[in-house]
């Protein structure tokens, strides 16, 4: 069974940073989402392995994806966060080379972790 591991979620004030991190190798796209409370679960930013990557308007320049193939990780690093941005965060891969256009779609993805939680205070 593949098991995706995310760490580094946790709480911060408005305006600050997080970088959250997910042991995973081996996939053609990976991506992290996040779910609010009640809400479907949502893209926030995806990765294929030449380097592509894909964001939501709302992270846009605060949010960087990245990955390091040498330790097998991959990265998200959130700066001027914000209350909105409170939510729990996910971890998603795929051995498949996903499409730009698809890039942050849920259905894309068939390897998840179980998520870490990141709470902005104002």
């Known amino acids: 069974q593949v098991q995706l591991v995310e760490s580094g979620g946790g709480s911060v004030q408005s305006g600050g940073s997080l970088r959250l991190s997910c042991a995973a190798s081996g996939y053609n796209s990976m991506a992290w989402f996040r779910q609010f409370p009640g809400k479907e679960r949502e893209g926030v930013a995806a990765?294929?392995?030449?380097?592509?990557?894909r964001y939501a308007d709302s992270v846009k320049g605060r949010f960087t994806i990245s990955q390091d193939n040498a330790k097998k990780m991959l990265y998200l690093q959130m700066n001027t966060l914000k209350p909105e941005d409170t939510a729990m965060y996910y971890c998603?891969?795929?051995?498949?080379?996903?499409?730009?256009?698809?890039?942050?779609?849920?259905?894309?993805?068939?390897?998840w972790g179980q998520g870490t939680q990141v709470t902005v205070s104002s």
């Open positions: 990765i294929n392995n030449d380097g592509t990557t």
């Open positions: 998603a891969a795929d051995y498949r080379h996903v499409g730009w256009w698809l890039l942050l779609q849920v259905p894309q993805y068939k390897y």
